[in-house]
């Protein structure tokens, strides 16, 4: 028999987890309407197929499958990636049930306040990642590092090259830095990709 109250309660929590939490940081009206729908799809074919006969591990494999078809079909940042599965695993719960409405209401809780704690903007704001295109070639990456450093005017943490073209006499690398205290701006939303910065 399925239990409606969970039935509700995901409802519920998807639209904090879309509205409250996702759009206010992110602004991506297409993804607004991915959540929805992936929640809801879940949520309607896990509680049917928990009580007929079908197996519900069929069910899980089937969306399993979608959900790599849907995250491979578009650029997803990192934090886009983990509001989908929030979406996916709070349908589940909703749809499948647990042992008590208790321990459901309990777990939907547990996503939405790590989602809203891991993706607050005040948290590890001083670091950032980007790619940048050098207009000169670093062969040596201590020189690569200390130029980093005076471009960005920050600690660079990582600098991975991934292109390195003598011919043209340029560097593509991918970046981790953290800002110093008098740099630290207001965090922006986190890009689908990297941003792809060409400096001297």
Known sequence: MPDYALFAADLVAVTILTFALYFPRHRRRDLVVAYLGVNVGVLAVSAALGSSTVGAGLGLGLFGVLSIIRLRSTELAQSEVAYYF???????????????PAMGLGLMALI????AVGDHPRLLRRYRSQTIVLDQAFADETSLVAHLERLLGARVHAASVQRLDLVNDTTWVDVRYSLHGRAVAAPVAEQPAPAVVVAR
């Open 112 to 115: 939405l306040v790590t989602i």
């Open 86 to 100: 929030s979406a996916l695993a709070l349908g589940l719960i909703g749809g499948l049930g647990v042992t008590s």
